[in-house]
């Protein structure tokens, strides 16, 4: 038993090749300034540096999840490094940032602010489908976040979260050039991610004719463990060897609709591929709506988020891997 006990360890310790550790103790002040030097995500020491962590819920749809508490509990009990807050823009019935920025960007600086005062990054999101139809609204709010926010290293945006159908020579790349040189008014060095098209899952459209003259960008791959697989990996291993960086700012372990139940073997295989190649991935969502991608049980509170008893199967199984 011991002689397999240590083989054990020796084996565990030979395949852990990433920088994958408990992400809670990966913060700010360890990692300060973050970069992009090649395909990685680098610290303020030029060492590849890996977030993990948690993506809240549309702000309009749980603005419940939008304080100190909650991020608290994503940071400490979550595991995590980074936040993501989904700031919606235009919803169906419930609105967003276009018609109600004050609220929005309230939301958003309470997440911030409690990012900073726990130690840990924050990606800031606008969670759009059809951002290119506002481009207008997209500059005035990275502007102004920006401007807030200069030179805090805990900070990284993300200038479109999912496009759908968009060309990405013709729509997105003009429209990601346009937000970054507004952000980089202000802001001459934080990580900026692009979204790609087809719900960001097409970073080999992005590699085919990438965004150049700019430093410290990134782009948006998503995915869902039970609809997307070793396909979507070859694309992204492909948009890799053409050197464009990859930033997960989304992916869930169920399926694309955000229900099924855990799909854990592929879900490990993504992880497994993440690790190896030291990507950032943060977890569809801090959210009790009763669905398979919720990480917390309905009714949850914002003192209650991440407890143990309050998270569901993924939740549970996702913050396994945040700590790993
Ligand atoms: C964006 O453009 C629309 C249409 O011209 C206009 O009504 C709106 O006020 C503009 N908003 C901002 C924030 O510039
Ligand atoms: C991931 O990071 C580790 C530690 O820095 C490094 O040994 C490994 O080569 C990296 N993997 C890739 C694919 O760059
Ligand atoms: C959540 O709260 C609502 C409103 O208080 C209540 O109707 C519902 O039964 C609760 N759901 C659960 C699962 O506790």
Redesign the pocket.
Known sequence: MKFLFVLGLVFACSVNFSVAKDAALETVSKHGQLSVSGVDLVDSNGEKVQLKGMSLFWDVWMPQYYNKEAIDGVHDLCHSNAVRAAISVTTERDGGYIETPDASLERLYAVIDAAIADDIYVVVDWHDHEADS?L??SL?FFDKVSKKYTGVPNILYETFNEPTGQSWSDVLKPYHEAVIKTIRANDPDNVIIVGTPTWSQSVDQAAANPITGQKNIMYTLHFYAGTHKQWLRDTANGALSNGIPIFVSEYGTVNADGDGSVDEAESRLWYDWLDEHNISYLNWAVSDKVEGASALQPNTTAANTCKEEFLTASGKFVVAQNKA
Do not use: R
Request: hydrophobic content about 0%; cysteine-free; aromatic content about 24%.
């Open positions: 506002h207008n609204y005035d």
